[in-house]
């Protein structure tokens, strides 16, 4: 795990974070978006995925360091951006609009989200400060009240365990969850 | 805790590659053990989402900030008058 994700430990830390990258990179972006004939709403939405991707990238188990962070969100933005407008330009036959399905699956994992967000909330953030922030266990131990190091893993294991439970009993497949 | 950390040290590349092969061979032969692979393969997907949505909340909580906070105004405005030029 890499130490520089201390940095990432609590809401406030992650704010901060976040906030400098704002004021760092959003300027750009959104220039960028503008000529591009995008609507602040378009850039506002290609930079919040800009800090999404970066963040995954910067907690990564090891990350490389980033040099010029305001040209690599800027180079996120883009790509992003090209990916948009393909999509939003795609010349498609009227009979193909409006005709999204949302399927009982896709129901069944909106509901099974929604249930581990207030059921199992505090397993839920144990999960994703181990396997999404990445961080250290010492500090996950610290930041959820464990006692040590092999209590929070043993807590961590169990709530894998329950969450694999909830995906079993509600028989989902992958299809539900791929973006 | 089962097999858990097993499928774990197996899906994370944690497991020495004899090891590995024991596994994959006891998962052919083992359709409970399978099934509990896909299971566990799908709940990492599930806390990927949830994270993201958390992250994403955050990130939007930022935004409000910025827009909301007197201080960020000056900051803001001129991101908004960027797009009164084109």
């Known amino acids: 795990m890499a130490e520089s994700n201390n940095r990432f430990l609590t809401v406030e830390m992650r704010e901060a974070f976040f906030m400098a990258l704002y004021k760092k990179a959003f300027s750009p972006v959104a220039h960028y978006v503008a000529r591009m004939g995008g609507s602040l709403d378009e850039a506002q939405d290609i930079f919040q995925d800009v800090l999404v991707i970066y963040y995954e990238k910067v907690t990564a188990a090891g990350a490389l360091t980033i040099v010029n962070e305001k040209a690599y969100l800027l180079g996120i933005a883009k790509n992003l951006w090209l990916q948009h407008y393909k999509t939003v330009h795609k010349n498609l036959p009227l009979n193909e609009y409006d005709t999204e399905v949302t399927t009982d699956e896709q129901l069944a994992s909106g509901k099974i989200l929604l249930y581990l967000e207030t059921a199992g909330k505090r397993c839920m953030e144990l999960l994703k400060a181990f396997y999404y922030d990445h961080l250290p266990v010492c500090k996950l131990a610290a930041e959820f009240g464990y006692s040590g190091t092999h209590s929070a893993t043993v807590a961590k294991y169990k709530c894998l365990e329950k969450v694999r439970d909830t995906v079993k009993q509600n028989s989902l497949n992958y299809a539900d969850f791929i973006e | ?86």
């Open chain 2, 1 to 86: 805790m089962n097999n858990i950390k097993t499928i774990e040290d197996y899906c994370f590349g944690r497991m020495a590659n004899g090891d590995a092969l024991l596994f994959e061979a006891n998962v052919l032969l083992n359709k409970k053990l399978a099934e509990d692979v896909t299971q566990q393969g799908i709940t990492y997907e599930v806390i990927k989402k949830y994270s993201r949505k958390k992250i994403r909340e955050e990130i939007m909580a930022v935004k409000n900030k910025l827009v909301a906070v007197p201080e960020h105004q000056g900051f803001m405005q001129r991101i908004i008058n960027l797009f009164k030029k084109y």
